[in-house]
């Protein structure tokens, strides 16, 4: 089996590419470099990638809508690198779907960190990864049933009522994982970052209620008045359903 992680660098400025890609071929990475977001598009469609690095200034394609098309058609992990500082920008990035926001000038030891941090926790079947979160590497044959739902922890499949198997990121099933293993109890922000992540706490704490918007949209029928996932004023959030493991 070929373990090493491929790289996708969407870029439109050859010198940053280059940079980028020498840092993680470095590190024993396999990267491709394109400057178009259809191209981008093309490559994910044709070949495995593991994770992109996409900057928000493209020529044919915004960067936030070319992250959003690449969580609709891959699991692939996502960071948003732009010279743009706003944090308007960053926090639509994380809400399209971006996994880190890394910003211009950068330190090439700080993106290739983040990249690993991203790796482990997207990828979590790695042969000898052993600095993988917890989460990760604890999952066993074992089912998880709440309100009709069911969670299989070890193919990383949720059915639910109707039958139908909503998309996941690898991030919303940590977090899904973390409460059902939790049920009933109030999680705060901090609590829930150690739970899904780690030691590879993401850049943005509040990634985390970004995440569970994103989760509440994929198991309640109605987001914005959640029944399983209750917000806790000042507190953090309870998952109130309960769950019974098989």
């Known amino acids: 089996m070929n373990d090493v992680r491929h790289i996708l660098i969407v870029e439109d400025d050859p010198a940053v590419a280059d940079v980028v890609a020498a840092c993680l071929e470095d590190a024993e990475f396999a990267t491709t470099i394109t400057s178009s977001g259809q191209a981008a598009l093309n490559i ?11 900057d928000l200034g493209l020529p044919d394609m915004d960067g936030l809508s070319l992250t959003r098309e690449i969580k609709s058609r891959s699991a692939a992990g996502i960071i948003i690198l732009s010279g743009r500082g706003e944090t308007t920008e ?11 926001y890394l910003g211009k000038p950068f330190e090439p030891r700080e993106l290739l960190a983040r990249v690993r941090s991203i790796i482990r926790r997207t990828q ?15 999952r066993s044959d074992m089912f998880f049933v709440f309100e009709g739902w069911k969670v299989d922890l070890s193919s990383l499949e949720i059915t639910g009522p109707n039958g139908l198997h909503p998309q996941l990121s690898n991030s919303e099933f940590n977090l899904l994982q973390a409460f059902i293993e939790h049920p009933n109890r109030i999680l705060s922000r901090d609590q829930l970052l150690d739970l899904v992540h780690g030691d590879n706490t993401p850049a943005f704490d509040r990634s985390i209620d970004v995440q569970i918007t994103r989760l509440r949209k994929k198991i309640e029928s109605d987001p914005k008045t959640p029944k ?11 998952f109130t359903a309960k769950v019974t493991r098989n």
Do not use: H, Q
């Not at 994910?44 to 996409?54: K, S």
């Not at 960053?90 to 880190?100: C, H, N, S, T, Y």
């Open 44 to 54: 994910i469609a044709d070949t495995p990638v593991d994770l992109c690095v996409v």
């Open 90 to 100: 960053r926090i639509i990035g994380l809400e399209v779907g971006a996994d880190d």
């Open 124 to 138: 979590p079947c790695v042969p000898n990864d052993v600095s993988a979160p917890n989460i990760e590497t604890d």
């Open 228 to 238: 399983f996932i209750k917000t806790v004023r000042n507190r953090g959030y309870m």
